[in-house]
T-cell receptor, first 111, second 115 residues
Framework: AQRVTQPEKLLSVFKGAPVELKCNYSYSGSPELFWYVQYSRQRLQLLLRHISRESIKGFTADLNKGETSFHLKKPFAQEEDSAMYYCAPVVYNFGNEKLTFGTGTRLTIIP | GAVVSQHPSWVICKSGTSVKIECRSLDFQATTMFWYRQFPKQSLMLMATSNEGSKATYEQGVEKDKFLINHASLTLSTLTVTSAHPEDSSFYIC???????????FGPGTRLTVT
């Protein structure tokens, strides 16, 4: 079955330390993958997408087709990075597309 | 830009009554809107995909007669929870996108409590 896995429900990292939030997927073909973030008391918002290969707020994510992974990384964590992070592949189905969210990882940055 | 609003932000209703939740794209036309449900400390679960002017596509296990979705215009979709029961209490979130972009813009969510 197609699915996305975020193995860590909770992750605590000291400020200034590197961050890696793991995401593995099992979709066939070439999925389009996104990372969404939800800060405290805010709505869900896009953080980055793999096809643009951009860096947002210092975060990057590389699609590794061999390992079927799309881990989110940041070299130096900041306190404002504390949030809920969701890995989400887009599934295309007869012209419609839908996001399938992973279970999410709550990242806490320790001052 | 790309703001999505939801109304109401929270609602309490009695068991057996129906409640309607609105989702609006404020500054863009949304060809597709999505409705999600989120239980406490859990991820978002897609309930249905709604295209303007056509019937919604429901995910497996979601009762279409219970969760009525109407997408009458390119800026408005509504979710009506009919004959609500306490187990329908949840956080309902909508999102919208424009065709082909993949990125979805999320509303702030509506907390429904059924007593």
């Amino acid at each position: 079955a197609q699915r996305v896995t975020q193995p860590e429900k909770l992750l605590s990292v000291f400020k200034g330390a590197p961050v890696e939030l793991k995401c593995n997927y099992s979709y066939s073909g070439s999925p389009e993958l996104f990372w969404y973030v939800q800060y405290s008391r805010q709505r869900l918002q896009l953080l980055l997408r793999h096809i643009s290969r951009e860096s947002i707020k210092g975060f990057t994510a590389d699609l590794n087709k061999g390992e079927t992974s799309f881990h989110l990384k940041k070299p130096f964590a900041q306190e404002e990075d504390s949030a809920m992070y969701y890995c989400a592949p887009v599934v295309y189905n007869f012209g419609n597309e839908k996001l399938t969210f992973g279970t999410g990882t709550r990242l806490t940055i320790i001052p | 830009g790309a703001v999505v609003s939801q109304h109401p932000s929270w609602v309490i209703c009695k068991s057996g009554t129906s409640v309607k939740i609105e989702c609006r794209s404020l500054d863009f036309q949304a060809t597709t809107m999505f409705w999600y449900r989120q239980f406490p400390k859990q991820s978002l679960m897609l309930m249905a995909t709604s295209n303007e002017g056509s019937k919604a596509t429901y995910e497996q296990g979601v009762e279409k007669d219970k969760f009525l979705i109407n997408h009458a215009s390119l800026t408005l979709s509504t979710l009506t929870v009919t004959s609500a029961h306490p187990e329908d209490s949840s956080f309902y979130i909508c999102s919208a996108n424009t065709q082909g972009l993949g990125e979805q813009y999320f509303g702030p969510g509506t907390r429904l409590t059924v007593t």
